[in-house]
């Protein structure tokens, strides 16, 4: 009885899930941009990158599940799933920066695309973290709902008010 109760603990607050987030997603994502510049040296770097985003999001779902928002135990194949659809739009991202990058500048440096990957990463990291917080962690179907509708309220409020949508939120709860 007392192992159930342990393992059915509160799920984090939103700032303690964010900076748990940052912490194991940052990890895994230096560890990652690291593996992708060592792996494109020997083959194409959309390869490299997609064999690398592969692992790590395998990796980073397990911390998640497990660390990040509190889930009883590993993540299961749905959850898995789920947030391999977030990681694809991630890959997608990242690519196309890393494009774009290398149309606007002829040589980049490794340290510019490091920059630019990281950026990428990181902007499609707020995303993911909403993502699996709000869908694929989210303690019940049902919570999942109505969270995903306040979010997409507060967004669809703003975008009317052209105040963005943290700033109006701040505005609510003022």
């Known amino acids: ?39 494109a040296s020997r083959i194409p770097w959309a390869l490299a990158n997609a064999l690398v985003t592969a692992v790590s999001t395998l990796l980073a779902t397990e911390l998640h599940a497990r660390f990040t928002f ?42 510019l695309e490091q920059a630019v990957y990281l950026t990428a990463s990181a902007l499609t990291g707020v995303a993911r973290f909403a993502m699996l917080r709000l869908v694929v962690f989210a303690r019940s179907r ?16 703003a975008a009317r008010t052209g105040v963005p949508a943290g700033r109006a939120e701040l505005c609510r709860a003022a």
């Open 1 to 39: 009885m007392e192992t159930v109760q342990n393992r059915q603990q509160a799920a984090p607050g939103t700032l303690t899930a964010f900076a748990r987030f940052v912490l194991c997603g940052g990890g895994v994502g230096l560890a990652s941009s690291l593996a992708v510049a060592a792996l």
């Open 70 to 111: 509190g889930a009883s135990g590993r993540a299961t194949r749905r959850q898995h799933a789920q947030s391999a659809g977030s990681a694809a739009a991630a890959y997608a991202v990242t690519c196309t920066a890393m494009l774009a990058l290398q149309q606007l500048v002829a040589a980049p440096g490794a340290a």
């Open 142 to 157: 049902s919570q999942a709902a109505p969270a995903v509708r306040t979010a997409l309220a507060l967004h669809t409020s």
